[in-house]
């Protein structure tokens, strides 16, 4: 043969000279007869492929068959693959790294134990695509669609009102699917257990897990909805057999895969043997095995783009193989979830039992997902090559003295190894072949803990593992050498060598044996320090409260009844939620509970979102460059790298906008750059545009930039550094005063005065910040994520300097947006637009979550200094003098001034506000400065219990219908006695209030107290998705035409500023546009009998009626509604007073709503508002680089949202019933926006806790707790030390 093969041995020989060769990839079609010339000898000859590698990957995606050669990049992922063939564009994406499971599919694999196929969820995103031979996947699409007619999944989803902007639904569809598949009779805790991958920011999960856990084996039938099959559940039914399709009848091609790509190759290998050979062939070239490649999750630089071979190692059944004998033999791919199933299902009276304990913990590592791809051998292999990495699976595995079998070409048989020696072992070459279990008699006391910042899906602050060998005849006596391992602590740190040693022969019985333990083990951790990590106190004192756990669990009754709460962790049982509203029939469609139109769409993957749509022919891709360093001056920025990359474009900067443009996102507000012309701002600040013909060639492009700068200051990451160093804006709003608040506080007996702040929040959209421009004939079509479509608009003009009307912005729907999509999409629509204008072609922005993270705005953060005084009980006077927080957008605090005071009666106040300008990302506010203040001034009221009381006392309402408020709004449209009714409830003498003074325990609280708010509404922020299910309901009320008509597609498209007017505005303009049809049609249907609205609206165009009607509302009119809204929560939550670790055990919100236009939709948006803040007091902690301003929790890994386990347990929402609000639209009053500032309560419930906790030690001190206020903080605020750690 001729050509430029290349030799690869056996492939095909010439029966001539017997060299071998590889046919050219074009020519090669599976078992086909081929003719070619031997390139050696000349010989012609015909030959079938008969070649041990193939050099295709043949697969099947929704049924369809689908065979590639080496086309796409080796590093190419499952997710792109799917996307860009737009073979499934409801299989979404936004972390890329295992974090959000937007990008959920199914797949069926083969399973060498039951030599069937199974089904798992997977992370489309960190699959590789050339690792799906023989698989099969399904997608959103694959379950139902419009045409085929939707599944019972997609379509239960959107009946629970599952749903708000539907960025995150097919992820969750096909995360149950996966669940059905593979066990079609889950419990309602299986199926609450599963879905730790998916994050959703909207709902609050309850509505998700309601219609979820409707399809558990243990539910009960809901009335409302029709029976469904099991067979419409599962998988596709065999047409031979009738039973669920295994898979089996698909011929597999045992043979293995060879793949060459440019500057790369990739392997499959059938056996261990070729394995071995192939690593020992390419010796010289960096290689990788890759099994489930999710380790690139977590660490990017081993993703298959650094390597020149790679070996995929699925196919080696030799690794798979499980055997129970005297000691367990597990192979290396085993996943998680294998191994999982492996342990939890050993014989419980052998020498392996223990094995079941660990399934809990294994449970713990990442996520349902994680664990169906990731083995637990490349879990391994991340420790060892990433020594700080707190892996769970190198913590138990070593606490239980588990061996490695290791194997390669240079070794003989096999090595085995311990964890330890593994650690130390050089891998080149070599492979994990199985895990070596011990036996282990029940006389082995085996605990292990995980302690993380939420309840899932995270990694550990500290993990452990410990195990003794006991005589619980002998006080506890320690029979040999103990293992303690943690995590977490240090790069080196495994064993507490010194604790192990000192315990051998000891009775950890006995107290003082304890006491010493502790003392020794203090003495032996020593953790890192960084940056990224929590603080050294706080991981010295977990790792002693978790022994002290350990030693509490296993002396049992000989512990004291009060501290025996410290044995256990907090268990969850599952959640649950209950809905409380009125409605009126009389009234319906209008106060109906509706599912929203338009869910169906979201649930199927069929709605659109911008990232969706198909590139325009020529189109190229965007990336910003960021700023390394805060404040400083630009020195050179130097592209030339960049512009190497094979596919990167050009290099935008900010002297390349066009003559007459602005380099300004914000042309009629406070300016602010497009792109950086000199003075760097803060870190991550956007300095230039790489322009390439990809968005992965883009980013990575953005990254090669070389930028020098000068006059680099240290950057100022939080507001004391502002304060500090005198960094203000020009004073924003003027003090706010009411009466003398000095003069009443000079007078006053008592006062309080301290400081109170909270932290900055991301907002967490699933759908980062994208733009496409399409520059046309006379200006330019835009596609942008925005909430504020004329900001876009002008920002596009200025930079471009065109005509306004020259630009066509569409949005039809967003991902998610929570205010970080008003202002600032319109840098990414600007920058978007310059570089379409630039390379005159539709040019792709989309942010990159690490990006997205660092550049755009977050929740601004606060501090406060306060000074407060309690004499005359709830109404108190109080004076606050600072409320500062960094580079806010400033216009409209003057307005929510009014909310901060939320005390209703004659409050003296002097509030003084200042902007602090950082070195930091410019801030994206809305709505948090409203519930930050609030917060701040809520914290002056140092015990809440006191207002409760308060307000139980009062004889007559708190407020008094048209009373004047401390400031201007005057007090009405609230019916208070529900609220006060609530209260009694919840605190009555049997509740569990009572039972907290009754608490025997040390170590567990339980406090309870409500937060009891007030908002002043004057619009309120939902978006696209929120919205349309309101205007839809009032359409169809207005016409008076059945509800069934609306279309589904019915798009909500404001012209002006989105985030001021909501259905606030929306509504009513769509009640004067239902008029104008009204009245248009009315003399036509004066002369029908009795039409139908479809008769009507036939004859109206035949009488030539303009069946269209415009309306047009503008803030500062007669629509714009005042009015206040209330509510009351009350949170119970539990403490881990050891850990920290804390659980919201039930919360009962009573909120406002007037008359709800749709409760079902307006329950969802008050959960989701709730959820979202538990957040923001509780988790989503923002940690800044000291040193280069640079945010270093900038990935779904290290920052927090609320995953479906972080919802309250019982979580209650009412409505307050016949409350019409007679200045709102039809009765109602907002929500969405309003209960984000109720879930304050689960913060002052875990305040409680700790004071409790401290009470209890005789620490009872003041302290500020400043939110969000993780497990770190509250554990640390416990002032544990090891002195009460006593066990009697
Ligand atoms: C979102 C997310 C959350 C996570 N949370 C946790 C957590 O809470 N706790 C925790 O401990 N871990 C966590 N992980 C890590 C996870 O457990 C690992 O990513 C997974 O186990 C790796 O297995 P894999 O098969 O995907 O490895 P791969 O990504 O395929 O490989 C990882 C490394 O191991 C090597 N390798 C794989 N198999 C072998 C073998 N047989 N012999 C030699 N080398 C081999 C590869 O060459 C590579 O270097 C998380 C990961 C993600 C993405
Ligand atoms: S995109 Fe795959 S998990 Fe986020
Ligand atoms: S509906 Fe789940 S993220 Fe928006």
Redesign the pocket.
């Given at each position: 043969m001729s050509g430029p093969y290349k030799l690869l041995h056996g492939l095909v020989k010439c029966p001539v000279c017997h060299v071998g060769h590889i046919p050219p990839i074009s020519t090669l079609k599976e078992n086909g007869v081929y003719a070619g010339t031997c390139g050696n000898c000349g010989h012609f000859f015909k030959f079938q492929s008969v070649a041990p590698y193939r050099s295709s990957i043949t697969f099947f995606i929704n049924g369809s068959q689908y065979t590639i050669g080496n086309e796409y990049d080796p590093a190419t992922s499952l997710n792109e693959y799917l996307r860009a063939s737009r073979i499934s564009t409801g299989t979404k994406y936004m972390c890329r790294?295992?974090?959000c499971g937007t990008c959920m599919v199914n797949a069926k694999l083969f399973n060498v134990q039951t030599q069937s196929y199974v089904n798992y969820a997977i992370n489309s995103c960190?699959c590789p695509l050339y690792m799906i031979d023989g698989w099969e996947v399904t997608t959103v699409e694959g379950i139902g669609s419009k045409q085929k007619g939707y599944h019972p999944i997609q379509q239960r989803l959107g009946d629970y009102n599952g749903t708000q902007c539907g960025f995150c639904s097919p992820g969750h569809v096909m995360n149950m699917y996966s669940l059905l598949a593979r066990n079609p009779n889950p419990t309602k805790q299986e199926v609450e257990d599963s879905f730790g991958g998916v994050v959703c920011r909207c709902t609050g999960y309850r509505s998700i897990l309601d219609a979820m856990k409707s399809f558990a084996s243990n539910s009960t039938p809901n009335p409302r909805l029709p029976p469904t099959d099991i067979e419409d559940l599962s998988s596709k039914l065999c047409k031979k057999t009738g039973a669920p399709c295994t898979g089996n009848c698909r011929p597999r091609d045992p043979r293995g895969i060879h793949m060459v790509f440019a500057g790369a190759q990739w392997f499959s290998p059938s056996t261990l043997q070729e394995l071995y050979s192939l690593m020992t062939q390419y010796k010289d070239k960096s290689q990788?095995?890759?099994?489930?490649?999710?380790?690139?999750?977590?660490y990017k630089q081993?993703g298959p783009w650094s390597y020149d071979v790679l070996f995929n190692?699925r196919g080696i059944h030799e690794?798979e193989t499980v055997s129970f004998a005297n000691l367990a033999h597990i192979g290396?791919?085993v996943?998680?979830t294998q191994l999982m199933d492996i342990f939890g299902e050993v014989d419980p009276s052998g020498g392996f039992a223990y094995l079941r304990s660990l399934v809990e913990h294994i449970a713990?590592?990442?996520?349902t997902n994680?664990r169906n791809?990731?083995?637990?051998?490349?879990?391994l292999?991340?420790k060892q090559?990433f020594p700080d990495?707190?892996?769970?699976?190198?913590v138990i595995l070593e606490a239980i003295g588990a061996q490695l079998a290791l194997g390669g070409q240079d070794i003989p048989g096999q090595e085995l190894v311990s964890l330890l020696k593994f650690m130390d072992t050089s891998?080149t070459g070599?492979?994990?072949?199985y895990m070596v279990l011990p036996q282990l008699s029940a006389s082995f006391y085996i605990r292990t803990y995980k302690v993380m910042p939420r309840s899932q899906?995270?990694?550990?602050y500290v993990n452990a593992g410990i195990v003794m060998e006991l005589d619980p005849t002998n006080n506890f006596l320690c029979k040999q050498k103990p293992s303690i391992v943690y995590g977490g602590i240090s790069k080196t740190f495994v064993h507490a060598s010194k604790t192990e040693e000192y315990l051998k022969g000891k009775q950890l019985g006995d107290p003082t044996v304890i006491k010493e333990a502790l003392n020794t083990l203090s003495s032996e951790v020593v953790p890192d320090v960084g940056p990224a990590l929590s603080t050294v106190e706080y991981r010295k004192s977990l790792a002693l409260s978790l022994f002290y756990r350990y030693v509490l669990s296993v002396l049992g009754d000989k512990v004291g009844l009060r501290f025996r709460s410290g044995a256990s962790p907090l268990t969850r049982p599952l959640s649950s939620g209950q809905q409380s509203y009125g409605t009126k029939k009389i009234e319906w469609p209008l106060t109906q509970p509706l599912p929203k139109l338009g869910s169906i769409l979201q649930t199927s993957g069929e709605a659109q979102y911008i990232t969706d749509i198909p590139p325009i022919p020529g189109q190229l891709y965007a990336s910003f460059v960021l700023s390394t360093v805060g404040n400083a001056k630009i020195q050179t920025i130097d592209p030339a790298d960049a512009l190497k990359i094979p596919g990167v474009f050009k290099f935008i900067s900010a002297s390349d906008i066009p003559e007459g443009g602005k380099n300004d996102f914000m042309p009629s507000g406070n300016p602010e750059e497009i792109l950086c012309s000199g003075q760097v701002l803060f870190t991550s600040q956007a300095l230039g545009i790489i322009v390439a013909d990809n968005q992965i060639t883009a980013d990575d492009g953005a990254k090669a930039v070389k930028v020098t700068y000068t006059d680099i200051q240290s950057p100022i990451t939080n507001i004391s550094d502002g304060i500090q160093k005198q960094s203000f804006f020009p004073k924003p709003v003027p003090d706010l005063v009411v009466g003398d608040a000095e003069k009443a506080i000079a007078n006053s007996p008592k006062t309080f005065s301290g400081t109170i702040g909270l932290g900055a929040q991301y907002h967490f959209h699933t759908e980062t910040q994208i733009s496409i421009c399409n520059p046309t004939e006379d200006g330019m079509d835009v596609w942008t994520s925005t909430q504020w479509i004329d900001g876009a608009m002008d920002a596009i003009a200025s930079v471009l300097n065109i005509e306004k009307n020259s630009i066509n912005v569409e949005v039809k729907r967003v991902g998610g947006a929570f205010g970080a999509k008003i202002t600032r999409n319109s840098q990414v629509a600007a920058g978007c637009a310059l570089a379409a204008r630039i390379m005159n072609r539709p040019v792709r922005m989309m942010l990159n979550i690490h990006d997205n993270m660092e550049m755009i705005g977050k929740r601004i953060p606060y501090y406060a200094e306060y000074q407060v005084t309690t004499q005359f009980g709830w109404d108190c006077s109080s004076r606050s003098q600072y409320s500062i927080w960094d580079n806010g957008i400033l216009s409209e605090l003057g307005t929510k001034k009014d909310d901060a005071n939320n005390s209703d009666d004659d409050t003296e106040t002097t509030q003084s506000e200042k902007t602090c300008r950082s070195a930091k990302d410019l801030a994206s506010v809305f709505l948090s400065h409203r519930f930050n203040q609030i917060y701040v001034k809520d914290s002056q009221f140092l015990n809440l219990r006191l207002v409760t009381e308060t307000l139980l006392q009062k004889g007559s309402n708190v407020v008094t219908l048209g009373t004047i408020s401390g400031v201007h709004s005057v007090l009405e449209q609230v019916a208070i006695p529900p609220f006060r009714i609530l209260l009694r409830s919840i605190f009555a003498p049997e509740s569990s209030l009572q039972l907290l003074s009754n608490l025997v325990h040390c170590w567990q609280t339980i406090p309870i107290p409500p937060v009891v708010r007030r908002l002043h509404i004057s619009g309120a922020l939902l978006h696209y998705e929120g919205l349309a299910p309101y205007c839809t309901t009032v359409l169809p009320s207005t016409l008076d035409v059945f509800f069934g008509l609306v279309s589904s597609q019915t798009r909500v498209v404001p012209l002006q500023c989105f985030c001021k007017p909501t259905h606030i505005f929306f509504c009513p303009a769509i009640i004067e546009c239902c008029q104008i049809l009204i009245t248009k049609m009315a003399p036509v249907k004066a002369k029908m009998v009795d039409p139908t609205w479809q008769q009507l609206v036939q004859k109206c165009l035949e009488e030539g009626i303009d069946l269209t009607a415009r309306y047009f509302i503008f803030p500062n009119t007669e629509y714009v509604f005042q009015y206040n809204s209330y509510g009351v929560t009350c949170t119970e939550v539990d403490l881990d007073v050891l850990t920290g670790e804390n659980q919201i055990a039930r919360v009962d919100l009573l909120y406002d709503c007037g008359e709800s236009l749709n409760p079902a939709i307006d329950v969802g948006q008050a959960e989701g508002a709730f959820v979202f803040g538990l957040g923001y007091w509780l988790m989503e902690e923002l940690k800044f680089d000291p040193k280069s301003g640079q945010l270093i929790t900038n990935s779904?890994?290290n920052y927090h949202p609320p995953t479906t386990k972080d919802i309250p347990i019982d979580f209650r929402v009412q409505f307050l019933k016949d409350a019409p609000n007679p200045v709102g639209v039809l009765r109602s009053k907002a929500v969405g926006e309003p209960p984000l500032c109720m879930s304050a309560s689960a913060m002052f419930a875990l305040k409680h806790a700790v004071e409790a906790a401290r009470q209890d030690i005789g620490k009872d001190t003041y302290f500020p707790l400043y939110a969000p206020a993780t497990v770190e903080k509250l554990q640390s605020n416990c002032l544990l030390d090891i002195s009460q750690f006593i066990v009697a």
């Open positions: 790294e295992g974090g960190l990788r095995l890759v099994f489930g490649n999710t380790a690139t999750g977590v081993i190692i690794l290396a791919n996943s998680l713990k590592v990442g996520h994680v791809s990731g083995s637990w051998a490349g879990n292999m991340m090559q990495f707190p892996s769970d699976i190198f891998m070599k492979a994990i072949l899906n995270a990694f550990a779904t890994l």
